[in-house]
């Protein structure tokens, strides 16, 4: 990349947490109150990321900008530049010119949806995280240094595929999209599994959404947590292919337009590849309200092993 030009993270921060009860990307569970998402920025910045965008809804807008206000006024890059930061909404009508909405539906559109958001307000390389998982910094430096590399590319995306073993639950079982690709980590697909679980035998098992069918799975397989990689031609194709979602689901209740689509669908029209690479991080997050005492103790012990500084941010 060129000089002050660095990669930008886009962190998807909209979603209300249904099944843990409430806002969980403001719930404190660092040892000094820190939230998930001030972890990814504190390794996001040391990887090397410039900017950071939020995409959040309208009604919690103004508590977002006060919070980064306060934590991260003074947070500044390696380089000794200040970190800058953008805001971005998603809102259910936020949709194309032309198109109608179901009245009766409440939820925007999901993630890829979410992602168009911040068209106007990135222009280089850029990932995107979920606001609610801990990645790890090795996630973030893989990316970031895979980002340094393609500045002025087009159609290059990437994934970064966690091992499955590194994201179960202890709590219950899980939603995993297992990656496959060729000799080359060029992404041939991502096929969703549900209720993945360690059984007592050892054993990973999973529903497959193709077959219907409880399947063993490989417990070194990588999976998505939603981590990825593009260059921002991906915007003009993301929005395309959502005109064409829209021609089919707009009157939908509950259907939505997912970043894996977007993805597999530029793949398989020969618009662009993605990379799969590969991290030995451990992904946690707050699936199950259960997983917030667990999440807790690990965020402590990283702090007591000297990874992160307590408090994170001064």
């Keep these: 990349m060129t000089k002050n030009m660095k990669p930008s993270l886009v962190v998807l921060a909209a979603g209300m947490g249904s099944r843990y009860g409430g806002l969980k990307q403001m ?6 109150g820190e939230t998930i998402i001030d972890y990814s920025i504190y390794d996001a910045v040391h990887a090397g990321f410039g900017k950071v965008v939020y995409i959040v809804r309208e009604h919690f807008l103004d508590q977002f900008k006060e919070l980064v206000a306060q934590k991260y006024g003074d947070v500044r890059c390696p380089d000794g530049s ?20 179901n009245p009766e539906r409440v939820k925007p559109w999901g993630t890829a949806h979410a992602l168009l958001m911040a068209a106007d307000v990135v222009n280089e390389p850029f990932a995107v995280i979920n606001g609610d998982d801990f990645y790890g910094r090795d996630s973030f430096r893989i990316l970031a240094d895979w ?40 992404l041939l697909d991502v096929v969703e599994y549900h209720n993945i679980a360690r059984g ?24 998505s ?38 993805v ?3 793949i398989k029209s020969g618009q662009g590849k993605c ?30 092993d000297g990874i992160y500084p307590s408090p994170l941010y001064e």
């Design 27 to 32: 719930d404190g569970l660092g040892p000094n």
């Design 82 to 101: 200040p970190l800058e930061f953008r805001f971005v909404t998603q809102e259910l009508d936020k949709i194309p010119e032309g198109f109608s909405i």
């Design 147 to 186: 980002l340094s590399k393609r500045e002025g590319s087009i159609g290059e995306y990437c994934i970064v595929g966690f091992k499955l073993e590194n994201t179960l639950s202890e709590s219950g079982g899980v939603s995993r999209g297992i990656c496959s690709y060729d000799s080359d980590d060029n």
């Design 200 to 223: 007592d035998d050892g054993l990973v098992r999973g529903d497959s959404s193709i077959t219907g069918q409880n399947e063993v799975l490989q417990a070194d397989n990588l999976c």
């Design 225 to 262: 947590m939603n981590m990825w990689g593009f260059t921002p031609d991906y915007f003009q194709k993301s929005a395309e292919l959502f005109k064409v979602f829209l021609g089919s689901y707009a009157n939908e209740l509950k259907k939505e337009y997912y970043i894996p689509y977007a």
């Design 264 to 266: 597999d669908s530029i």
């Design 275 to 304: 990379t799969v690479l590969s991290t030995a991080s451990r992904w946690f997050g707050v699936t199950f309200k259960e997983d917030r005492p667990g999440v807790v103790a690990k965020l402590e012990q990283l702090v007591n």
